[in-house]
C-alpha cells in the first residue's frame, strides 16, 4: 500500500511537507526502536514519518 497515490519521489522535493527534511540523530534503547518500527509498519508509514507527524500533532 503506497501512500503517495501518485507521487513520484525527486530528489530535494517534498512528497508530504512544506519543507524537505533533513538529517538528524537521536539516541534511542533498542526497545523503543522496536516499538516505533512496529507503530510506523503498523501505520504503511517510516518511523521517520511517525516521528514527523507525532512532533506536529
Do not use: C, Y
Not at 18 to 28: A, F, G, N, W, Y
Not at 29 to 57: F, H, N, Y
Amino acid at each position: 500500500m503506497s501512500i503517495r497515490k501518485g507521487k513520484k519521489a525527486v530528489k530535494n522535493v517534498p512528497l508530504f511537507h512544506d519543507e524537505v527534511k533533513t538529517r538528524h540523530h537521536i539516541l534511542l534503547t533498542p526497545t523503543a526502536w522496536q516499538r516505533l518500527q512496529q507503530r510506523a509498519k503498523d501505520q504503511g508509514i517510516s518511523v521517520s514519518e511517525l516521528i514527523e507527524r507525532w512532533a506536529m500533532d
